[in-house]
């Protein structure tokens, strides 16, 4: 298997913000239903999804493998600022 950076980063972006908005949606059950185990099972799902998407986007080229102004809308609409941001640069390449 090839340890390319390149060829692994956008499967790692895209499963990372998948498993952000995982964890927005279990605090948001653990606000609605007031359950600790809830709330800290979300938190810990969105720190390892921003940890693996600032991994898997250190060495990203924006203007190679971004997806551009849905990426930014994209990152807007989940509340992601990096998604969004990366998705206004890659825009502009």
């Known amino acids: ?3 390319n950076p390149s060829t692994n980063q956008q499967p790692g972006l895209v499963a990372g ?3 952000y908005i995982k964890g ?5 059950i653990g606000n609605i ?3 600790d185990a809830w709330k800290d099972s979300g ?3 969105k720190q390892q999804a921003v940890d693996a998407m600032k991994h898997a986007s250190e060495h990203r080229d924006p203007a190679q493998k ?3 102004g849905v990426e930014e809308k994209a ?3 989940v509340g992601c600022d990096g ?3 990366e998705g206004a640069e890659s825009k502009k390449q």
């Open 17 to 19: 913000h998948a498993q």
């Open 33 to 35: 239903t007031n359950s």
């Open 1 to 3: 298997m090839s340890t």
């Open 24 to 28: 927005a949606a279990e605090e948001t």
């Open 75 to 77: 990152g807007h609409l």
């Open 83 to 85: 998604m969004a941001k």
């Open 43 to 45: 938190a810990h799902d």
């Open 66 to 68: 971004g997806f551009g």
